[in-house]
């Protein structure tokens, strides 16, 4: 069974940091981009990182962008995101994500950020 089981969320106040990780099994996710997307207490689901399978190349939201770092280790099948400098403005739940096309096709279940002001 493919799985995606994020890890690391939980409540902290703002201008903590905060690493989540994503462990993926069931299969390789060879040259698949990873990310994580979050939503966001009555917003839609959005994007907030996204990694090549090689490593190098990243991308992050506006909104995220010097905050936040988005890594991988292939030979474990695991994904990180360095959450630093926490606004309550993140509090959100965050999912683990991969994609090989423009569509993300696999889903982890989310793990929940909260930041108190």
């Known amino acids: 069974q493919v799985q995606l089981v994020e890890s690391g969320g939980g409540l902290v106040q703002a201008g903590d940091s905060l690493r989540l990780s994503c462990a993926a099994s069931?299969?390789?996710?060879?040259?698949?981009?990873m990310g994580w997307l979050r939503q966001r207490p009555g917003k839609e689901r959005e994007f907030v990182a996204v990694?090549?399978?090689?490593?190098?190349?990243?991308e992050y939201a506006d909104s995220v962008k010097g905050r936040f770092t988005i890594s991988r280790e292939n030979a474990n099948g695991t994904i990180y995101l360095q959450m630093n400098s926490l606004k309550p403005e993140d509090t959100a739940v965050y999912y683990c994500?991969?994609?090989?096309?423009?569509?993300?096709?696999?889903w982890g279940r989310g793990t929940q950020v909260t930041v108190s002001s």
């Open positions: 994500a991969a994609k090989n096309g423009p569509l993300w096709a696999y």
């Open positions: 069931g299969r390789t996710f060879r040259n698949y981009y």
């Open positions: 990694i090549t399978w090689s490593g190098g190349s990243t």
